[in-house]
């Protein structure tokens, strides 16, 4: 009996997708500043600041991250 042996192929950051990749903790305090700045331009209230704040520190992808800033604008 032959047995059959696939390389494995491991993803590097150019085969990967801008979503898929984890986010850093500098990434995480650059929406962070982001959001502070939003508020003090007066685009989001303290409660609002507070729940975006915490869904950035707990944001895995960059996706993720996007998400947080998506009702922001550019």
Partial sequence: MSRV???RRWQTSRDMDDSSIL???ADRERVVA???QAHVDGLLTVDELDQLTG???AART???LDLVCANLPA
Avoid: C, P
């Fill in 23 to 25: 986010a850093s903790n």
């Fill in 55 to 57: 869904e950035a520190h």
């Fill in 34 to 36: 982001r959001l502070a």
């Fill in 62 to 64: 960059r996706s993720d």
């Fill in 5 to 7: 042996y696939r390389r």
